[in-house]
């Protein structure tokens, strides 16, 4: 299984970014993903997440109204949009997928994409 994110870079302050991650590799059955964030000396928090089917979307405090989560299941593809973005918006972002076997759930990981934003 492999997830491949895109999309990360430098922007500044109020600017916007838009986050993809792709799902290749798995015959599993693609159930709800994430988005996660890791900034410098911090945790690694959770920023959005959204359902198999997508009727379903959480979002952190700190992104709501700004950030929009969504997903093409026809690509088994993950969007972030990022609206509005402010400096503690700079971290590496993540990409979190699960699957389903018939037996198990796996969990898996994109590499990270950094998003910068300038003052």
């Known amino acids: 299984v492999q997830l491949v994110e895109s999309g990360g870079g430098l922007v500044q302050a109020g600017g916007s970014l838009r986050l993809s991650c792709a799902a290749s590799?798995?015959?599993?059955?693609?159930?709800?993903m994430g988005w996660y964030r890791q900034a410098p000396g911090k945790q690694r928090e959770l920023v959005a997440a959204?359902?198999?089917?997508?009727?379903?979307?959480h979002y952190a405090d700190s992104v709501k109204g700004r950030f929009t989560i969504s997903r093409d299941n026809t690509k088994n593809t993950m969007y972030l949009q990022m609206n509005s973005l402010k400096p503690e918006d700079t971290a590496v972002y993540y990409c979190?997928?699960?699957?389903?076997?018939?037996?198990?759930?796996?969990?898996?990981w994109g590499q990270g994409a950094q998003v910068t934003v300038s003052s």
């Open positions: 959204i359902t198999s089917g997508g009727a379903s979307r």
């Open positions: 979190n997928a699960l699957f389903d076997s018939d037996d198990f759930r796996y969990d898996n």
């Open positions: 590799g798995s015959t599993f059955r693609l159930n709800a």
